[in-house]
């Protein structure tokens, strides 16, 4: 999928890494300028703690200035790689403290904040990031919980359905019925970047 | 149509896929899950779709400017000679009033300000387009930078306000001083640890605002800036 409107200008992502992992300090101060409000702003949406946000901000981007020379383009883009590193931090900061995370609920409405009013101008730029927001919002409201749960708590199906309590099948069929919404969105998009 | 025993299998593992692009299939029914997709052209396909809508939902997260210092410490841990200080650059400004416009709206559908204490304390909703901004001010303390101050103009003024590594700790008052000299109380907050960042209308119009102060419980004043 395509990247954010910041990483259009510059280097490429893929050309910084690339100058990360051989050892040029130049390159990852770029890189972290282009990416510390998004690490630290996933780490916040999901500890709602400044200071846990800090700490796992700094250790995902430090995970990257090491790791830059492992990053391996054919298996998703820089973007997903270093959010995913930033989210599997969080997770476990969050279990280590035995900290609340936020609410599912919250996620979704601070990434309705920045939304877009014309989803097809988004994908006429491109942008993919506000086309999912968009139909992230646009879920039914126990999909859209369901997803963020599993795709950024990591949280199974068997606890989800604990937690909200419904039937395992139930967790499943919303967690199934989302991502396939999702997708359609994601692949909507797709499809019109091989058209140009 | 096909239904043979592959199509079946493909039929019962499509019902798993997407817990499978989630990383949230565990045991044996992964290990199953992924023997079947690893010979199944049409099944890596499913998977590698809905492992990117997967990967996307994390990137919708907003953008939140980090603590001020963040970029310093984080390029001393890397070994990193980037540079030592960072003045606000108006790209950052732009960044900062983003944020700092997401959370002032995000305070009000949440109840909660960016250090994760209460919000204001004022009923009065928040702008979910805040007026032009008028102005920006290093908050101080004892001359050390401990944080900003924006005010919003428009039909409802507002301040909006961070804190970052300050002595502020528990709950702390914001007030004004008028070009006139007037002291108005605009609110109160909660700074935990010296972090936080929070939000309220402005009593007074923003062209008017001379000082605004963070002043603790026993009246002392822990940060200042100069707006006028």
């Given at each position: 999928?395509?990247?954010?409107?910041v990483?259009e200008?510059g280097?490429?992502?893929?050309?910084?890494l690339?100058?990360?992992?051989l050892g040029?300090?130049?390159?990852a101060?770029v890189?972290v300028r282009?990416?510390?409000?998004?690490v630290?702003?996933?780490?916040f949406s999901?500890?709602n703690?400044?200071?846990v946000s800090?700490?796992v901000?700094q250790?995902a981007?430090?995970?990257?200035?090491r790791?830059?020379?492992?990053f391996d383009?054919?298996k998703g883009s820089?973007?997903s790689?270093?959010?995913?590193i930033?989210?599997?931090?969080t997770?476990?900061?969050l279990?280590m403290?035995?900290a609340v995370p936020t609410d599912?609920?919250?996620?979704a409405?601070?990434?309705?904040i920045?939304l877009?009013?014309?989803?097809?101008?988004s994908?006429?730029?491109g942008?993919?990031?506000h086309l999912?927001q968009?139909?992230l919002?646009?879920?039914?409201p126990?999909q859209q919980?369901?997803?963020v749960?599993a795709?950024?708590y990591?949280?199974?199906a068997?606890?989800?359905?604990?937690?909200?309590?419904?039937?395992l099948?139930t967790?499943k069929s919303r967690?199934r019925?989302?991502l396939l919404?999702?997708?359609?969105?994601?692949?909507?998009?797709r499809g019109?970047?091989?058209e140009? | 149509m096909?239904?043979g025993?592959r199509?079946?299998r493909?039929a019962?593992?499509?019902?798993?896929?997407?817990?499978?692009?989630?990383?949230?299939?565990?045991?044996?029914?992964?290990s199953?899950?992924?023997?079947?997709?690893e010979q199944?052209?049409r099944?890596?396909?499913?998977?590698e779709?809905?492992?990117?809508?997967?990967?996307?939902?994390?990137?919708?997260?907003?953008e939140?400017?980090?603590?001020?210092?963040?970029?310093?410490r984080l390029?001393?841990?890397m070994?990193v000679?980037?540079?030592?200080t960072?003045?606000?650059?108006?790209?950052r400004?732009?960044?900062v009033?983003?944020a700092?416009?997401?959370?002032v709206?995000l305070g009000v559908?949440l109840?909660?300000?960016?250090s994760g204490g209460?919000?204001?304390?004022?009923?009065a909703?928040a702008?979910?387009h805040?007026?032009?901004l008028v102005?920006v001010?290093d908050?101080?303390?004892?001359g050390?930078?401990?944080?900003?101050?924006f005010t919003?103009?428009?039909?409802?003024p507002?301040?909006?306000?961070?804190l970052?590594?300050s002595?502020?700790?528990?709950r702390?008052?914001?007030e004004?001083?008028t070009t006139?000299?007037?002291?108005?109380t605009?609110?109160t907050?909660?700074?935990?640890?010296?972090?936080?960042a929070w939000?309220a209308?402005l009593?007074?119009?923003?062209?008017?605002?001379?000082?605004a102060?963070?002043?603790?419980?026993?009246?002392?004043?822990?940060a200042?800036?100069?707006l006028?």
């Amino acid at each position: 999928m395509g990247e954010s409107p910041v990483a259009e200008v510059g280097p490429t992502d893929e050309a910084l890494l690339a100058g990360m992992a051989l050892g040029d300090h130049g390159a990852a101060v770029v890189f972290v300028r282009r990416y510390q409000r998004r690490v630290f702003g996933l780490a916040f949406s999901m500890t709602n703690d400044a200071m846990v946000s800090e700490d796992v901000a700094q250790e995902a981007l430090l995970r990257v200035w090491r790791h830059a020379p492992v990053f391996d383009a054919r298996k998703g883009s820089v973007t997903s790689w270093v959010l995913t590193i930033t989210r599997n931090l969080t997770i476990d900061a969050l279990r280590m403290r035995r900290a609340v995370p936020t609410d599912p609920d919250d996620f979704a409405a601070a990434a309705a904040i920045s939304l877009e009013h014309d989803p097809e101008d988004s994908v006429r730029r491109g942008d993919a990031r506000h086309l999912v927001q968009s139909a992230l919002v646009t879920l039914p409201p126990e999909q859209q919980r369901a997803v963020v749960l599993a795709a950024v708590y990591g949280r199974t199906a068997l606890e989800i359905s604990e937690t909200e309590g419904i039937p395992l099948g139930t967790a499943k069929s919303r967690i199934r019925s989302g991502l396939l919404r999702l997708r359609a969105a994601v692949e909507g998009l797709r499809g019109v970047e091989e058209e140009r | 149509m096909n239904t043979g025993p592959r199509a079946r299998r493909c039929a019962d593992v499509g019902e798993v896929v997407p817990e499978l692009a989630l990383g949230i299939l565990t045991g044996r029914a992964r290990s199953d899950a992924l023997a079947h997709v690893e010979q199944c052209t049409r099944c890596t396909e499913e998977l590698e779709q809905l492992s990117r809508a997967a990967d996307a939902v994390v990137q919708v997260a907003p953008e939140v400017e980090p603590p001020l210092g963040f970029e310093v410490r984080l390029f001393g841990r890397m070994g990193v000679s980037g540079p030592a200080t960072r003045r606000l650059h108006p790209r950052r400004v732009l960044a900062v009033l983003a944020a700092a416009a997401a959370v002032v709206a995000l305070g009000v559908g949440l109840g909660v300000g960016l250090s994760g204490g209460p919000g204001p304390t004022t009923s009065a909703p928040a702008p979910h387009h805040p007026g032009p901004l008028v102005s920006v001010a290093d908050l101080s303390e004892h001359g050390e930078h401990v944080g900003q101050v924006f005010t919003y103009g428009g039909p409802t003024p507002w301040v909006f306000m961070t804190l970052s590594d300050s002595a502020a700790r528990g709950r702390v008052t914001c007030e004004v001083v008028t070009t006139g000299g007037a002291v108005r109380t605009v609110g109160t907050f909660v700074a935990r640890s010296g972090y936080g960042a929070w939000g309220a209308p402005l009593p007074v119009a923003p062209q008017d605002v001379r000082v605004a102060e963070v002043v603790a419980s026993d009246g002392s004043v822990v940060a200042r800036a100069r707006l006028g």
